[in-house]
């Protein structure tokens, strides 16, 4: 990347660490005290220095080259590919970490971004954990995101702030559900990546399978970066296709020991694999070259490519996403971790390289793009809660300007003008005071009332940022305490959970009294009743798990309703004329369409008759869940110059939906989930009879207890094991781990995630109902 001029004026401190005669070698990172006062002082220069560095010779903008030097990336893949194993990786060679310790707390420590005792217990990653480090004087903020479905949310609210991601991938599982989620979640947020294929020294490790994999599946426009020496037990290290160099690991940690920062041994390529390497690298030209027109010119001329007119193409296409460059290695084995980092610092976008949008609230929301940098107002984004020790630690992604403790900000969404009591960089659950912080940075305050998703500016501007996808919630239970005497920190426990996770919902069943909470599946639920259990020691009680329905009309229906009452005074009036019908556009909920003429009813009260519709959707007839895809036309009404009101209309929307609903055809939607399982081969036809059944077949005593009535829509073979991709309802997967156990021995597994609300089948739905009504008490 080209230098650019650094600011003048006294910089003594600057000059130790950076200056050309005394800049560390491209190889070693900085060692962490050196780090430490290099993050430090960059942050200083932006307050003591800023003037002098706005000097008028200068060419370039004073903070030009600290954001040239910045990444902001997150690490994402399906469950145990390896994320959270390549985050502690990442942060030893880096100096920030002096021991590697291993998921699940083998060594009675874990994973240093694994910070929850139950993260540790089950070795998995419930929350996205934030830290930073310094690689060869870059600055890189990461972000350690869970891989399990039922954390979804906390993907998406990483993915959102982030200017690259890092999709790691098994060289043995390959393209796996959640492997595609992760990749749908970055293209919605256009987020440009680097992919790792992890686990090489695995027993069945083919990379090769996996990129082919990446093309079909994900379509990826991707080649390799690198070839690996050796598979299995055999490997041994990398050949950089770029460089045309070979890596080697050596010792415990994958390197020769020299200090804090260690070397890799670099050599000539290995004559055997000469042919090999001239193949791929011809392939990774060939592959930047659609893409990417000055390289392309160079290739067709048939120039010799350098590796730096390669490497910058390579990063052109990158960030342009366009191209996924394929990188791999080892991280248990502690093998290729390295060449990641420098791939995250010459192919990955800073902050200024990425297009960022807002929302102009003063011109009618019009897009604005951001600078992007620290001249311009301050517009940040609070993008995950948490409650700490000392209140709500709230993350901040700042897109422009500086922001400084002790001084105010402006809550857009809200309009409250607060104050910043103090500023913190994260390193998992630990935290560092700073000062100020720039644009690029992701930094946390403290005591800041606000909520998932405010907008934060300076008052100069009113820009909010777009919001962030978060899913509806696909399942539910009854929890209550069992000591009445804990009703007070049962109810604390459940307001902070939702405050942070808005795929958590909390709500009370107007028949029971009980407090309902949904969430993304059962394990998700699980986690949520285990620690109410362990942080506010409340022990509760757990209904059975209950779908999350909903019904939807299926044609077009009229309604024509007047709502009449006289009680002495005024009384209530007002009618309604219309129709429903099911809208064409599955991805919306509820429309509703005004298309009266003249003044039947005064303008005033279409706002209630709209929000009298919207409540009895909240409600249908059949089972009592929310009505969906639902669109309400209103084309005539009738009104009293003394009796209408608001409540008269809002009443008599309630009804007229409650009269015309059943001539819809109503029918209840059942939330449907991808399933894929990984069994060995001869269990095969087992789990995939038990799993596949259709409504007229013979089913045993025991599989009727659990009918999956699953649609196979993949099976695989991945060496000695078959992987059966399925779409089965929700409420047929109850049960379903222990039933898998049980038919391959313990060595069956299965993850499943939500694709979508389909109708359910008559004889489900009359099963449905019936029970319904029998609840209600009606024949």
């Keep these: 990347m080209a230098r650019f001029p650094r600011p003048t004026g006294p910089r003594l401190l600057y000059t130790l660490f950076s200056s050309p005669k005394t800049k560390p070698s491209s190889s070693p990172s900085p060692s962490p005290t050196t780090a430490l006062l290099l993050g430090n002082f960059q942050v200083r220069q ?44 990442i942060l030893y060679y880096t100096g920030r970490i002096h021991e590697i310790h291993e998921v699940r707390g083998r060594d009675g420590v874990g994973a240093k971004m694994d910070s929850m005792d139950l993260e540790r217990e089950k070795g998995i990653t419930i929350q996205s954990a934030s830290t930073y480090c310094t690689w060869k004087d870059y600055k890189v903020n990461i972000i350690d995101t869970p891989g399990h479905v039922d954390f979804t949310i906390e993907v998406e609210r990483a993915l959102r702030v982030l200017d690259g991601a890092i999709l790691v991938l098994c060289s043995v599982g390959g393209v796996q559900s959640q492997s595609i989620t992760v990749d749908r979640q970055m293209r919605r947020y256009e987020v440009p990546r680097l992919a790792f294929i992890n686990k090489l020294d695995r027993m069945g490790a083919d990379p090769w399978k996996v990129l082919s994999q990446a093309r079909s599946k994900l379509r990826h426009h991707c080649a390799a970066v690198q070839v690996p020496i050796g598979l299995e037990e055999d490997l041994k290290g ?130 604005v793009m951001l600078g992007g ?122 307001n902070r959970f939702q405050r942070e996770d808005p795929t958590f919902r909390v709500g009370l069943d107007a028949e029971s009294g009980q407090t309902i909470i949904s969430g993304m599946g059962e394990l998700h639920l699980d986690i949520y009743v285990e620690r109410i259990r362990r942080e506010y020691k409340v022990d509760a009680t757990v209904g059975k798990p209950r779908v999350n329905f909903r019904e939807t009309v299926t044609q077009r229906a009229e309604f024509d309703y007047l709502h009449k009452k006289q009680s002495g005074g005024q009384g209530q009036y007002g009618r309604v004329i219309g129709y429903i019908e099911p809208l064409a556009d599955s991805s919306a909920k509820f429309e509703f369409e005004n298309l009266l003429v003249g003044q039947a009813i005064p303008s005033s009260f279409i706002p209630a008759i709209e929000k009298g519709f919207k409540e009895a959707a909240n409600s249908g007839s059949l089972i009592g869940h929310p009505v969906e895809n639902l669109r309400v036309v209103l084309t005539d009404g009738a009104s009293h110059a003394v009796d209408s009101s608001e409540l008269a209309f809002k009443l008599a929307a309630i009804y007229a939906f409650r009269q015309c ?73 109850f049960g379903y781990s222990t039933a898998l156990r049980s038919m391959t021995q313990g060595k069956g597994e299965f993850t499943m995630e939500y694709k979508e609300h389909l109708p359910v089948s008559q004889d489900v739905q009359m099963q449905l109902v019936n029970t319904y009504k029998a609840s209600k008490g009606v024949e």
Aim: hydrophobic content about 40%; overall charge negative.
């Design 373 to 494: 940098n620290p001249d311009g107002p301050l517009v940040a984004l609070a993008f995950k809660l948490e409650e700490g020790r000392f209140g709500q630690l709230t993350y901040l992604r700042i897109y422009e300007g500086v922001i400084r403790k002790g001084e105010y900000m402006i809550n857009v969404n809200t309009g409250k003008k607060i104050k910043i009591p103090r500023l913190v960089r994260m390193h998992s659950d630990e935290m560092e005071d700073i000062q100020e912080a720039h644009a690029g940075q992701i930094v946390a305050v403290f005591g800041v009332d606000c909520a998932s998703g405010d907008t934060f500016t300076d008052g100069s501007v009113k820009y909010t940022m777009t919001s962030m996808n978060v899913p509806e919630p696909v399942m539910s239970l009854a929890v209550q305490p069992v000591s009445k005497d804990s009703g007070g920190q049962f109810s604390k426990a459940l």
């Design 661 to 733: 609903y059943a001539a819809a055809k109503p029918v209840i939607l059942e939330p449907v989930m991808v399933v894929e399982l990984k069994v060995p081969t001869e269990f095969q036809g087992t789990v995939a009879g038990y799993l596949h059944q259709t409504s007229d077949m013979k089913i045993s005593a025991f599989v009727s207890c659990f009918r999956r009535k699953g649609v196979i829509v993949g099976n695989d073979q991945e060496g000695d094991d078959s992987v059966i991709t399925a779409q089965v309802p929700l409420n047929n997967m």
């Design 46 to 89: 932006f307050s003591a220095g800023g003037n002098l560095a706005r000097a008028k010779d200068e060419k370039e903008p004073w903070w030009k080259e600290s954001m040239e030097r910045l990444r902001n990336i997150g690490i994402s893949a399906h469950i145990d590919s390896g994320k959270t194993t390549l985050t502690e990786r």
């Design 238 to 367: 990398l050949v950089d296709l770029v460089q045309l160099k070979a890596y080697y690991f050596h010792g415990s940690s994958g390197f020769v020991p020299k200090a804090v920062c260690e070397k890799i041994v670099t050599e000539e390529i290995p004559a055997d694999m000469e042919a090999l390497v001239a193949e791929k690298r011809r392939e990774l030209i060939e592959t930047v070259s659609e893409v990417d027109d000055k390289l392309a010119d160079a290739f067709l001329s048939d120039e010799p490519i350098s590796p730096g007119d390669l490497e910058e193409a390579i990063r052109r296409a990158t960030i342009a996403r366009k191209f996924v460059p394929v990188f791999m290695g080892s991280a248990f084995k502690n093998k290729g971790v390295q060449p990641l980092l420098d791939g995250v610092l010459n192919y990955l976008p800073c902050p200024v390289e990425v297009n960022n949008y807002a929302l102009d609230q003063t011109k009618n929301e019009e897009k």
